[in-house]
């Protein structure tokens, strides 16, 4: 009798111990602040068509869930790759890179890769390239995402035909008004500008349409996107649904708080599922 209670006590005391040291990394909840499980997340993202990743771009958890979301998605449908990171004019050098025509070290030499590309973005390419997926540069390249920054949107127009190829076709559609478009001015402070705004939706515009060319019936695409692009379903999916509001849409955004037990009221219905990590996780650069 005394050997069961011993036993029975133990249980307890170890089970409370391992309690007290439970510190999850990060928590995933649903865009009402319900904890959700990360097998429920994919079983309903896989209905998904089009899925923006929306990722912390120095968080290293942000970029080993969207290595696991993409393998696992995978393994249920075919998928499409897409990134932010990738600029439209590099699409060559990437599929040159797919295809096994220029290896590692030769396509930072004809493509524009960003810094942490080596650690965060290179195993996504070649989880690609290994299963032979399609991985499509969506983003407008950065010096005409510039230009609009300087001169408004009509500064595009004096471009040459293959530039405008790797541009949302002109005019796009433009609302200032949007939430998230009015928070870019507002966080910018004086460093604010309607020009400012009108450059980040250039890249959403580009982005979305890259998406939607790319995009075929019965696969899924997931594109993998700074969550500001993302939020509030906002952004690069605002553009998604002027074209295509009948495709089925799924976002993931990704945020950090010193307590990750509860949600932060600031953070809910950021996106279907939010990712929300330790503040003190260490950042990859």
């Keep these: 009798m005394r050997k069961k209670l011993f036993f029975l006590l133990f249980l307890i005391v170890t089970s409370l111990v391992g309690f007290s040291q439970n510190k999850p990394a990060y928590v995933i909840y649903n865009a009402k602040g319900k904890q959700v499980g990360y097998q429920k997340m994919i079983a309903d993202l896989a209905k998904k068509d089009i899925i923006l990743f929306g990722e912390s771009h120095n968080n290293p958890i942000s970029h080993w869930l969207e290595y696991e979301v993409t393998a696992d998605l995978a393994k249920q449908k075919p998928m499409v790759l897409g990134a932010e990171m990738m600029e439209a004019d590099n699409q060559e050098a990437v599929d040159k890179y797919l295809k096994g025509e220029i290896d590692e070290e030769q396509l930072p030499k004809e493509a524009r890769l960003w810094p942490n590309y080596a650690t965060d973005y290179a195993p996504l390419l070649n989880f690609a390239k290994e299963n ?74 580009t982005m979305a349409y890259f998406i939607l060319k790319n995009y075929k019936d019965g696969s899924g695409f997931i594109h993998f996107n700074g969550s500001y692009h993302s939020d509030d379903y906002e952004g690069i999916l605002w553009y998604l649904k002027q074209a295509k509001p009948d495709l089925k849409y799924g976002t993931i955004s990704t945020v950090s708080q010193d307590d990750n037990s509860k949600l932060d009221k600031e953070n809910l219905n950021k996106a279907d599922y939010i990712i929300c990590v330790d503040a003190k996780m260490t950042t990859t650069y």
């Design 132 to 205: 032979k997926l399609v991985f499509i540069a969506t983003n407008i390249p950065r010096k005409y995402a510039s230009l609009v920054f300087k001169n408004d949107f009509q500064a595009l127009d004096s471009l040459s035909e293959k530039e405008k190829s790797w541009i949302a076709p002109l005019p796009i559609k433009f609302d200032p008004d949007l939430p998230t478009y009015q928070n870019i001015s507002k966080m910018m402070g004086e460093h604010g500008s309607p020009l400012l705004v009108k450059a980040q939706a250039i890249k959403d515009a």
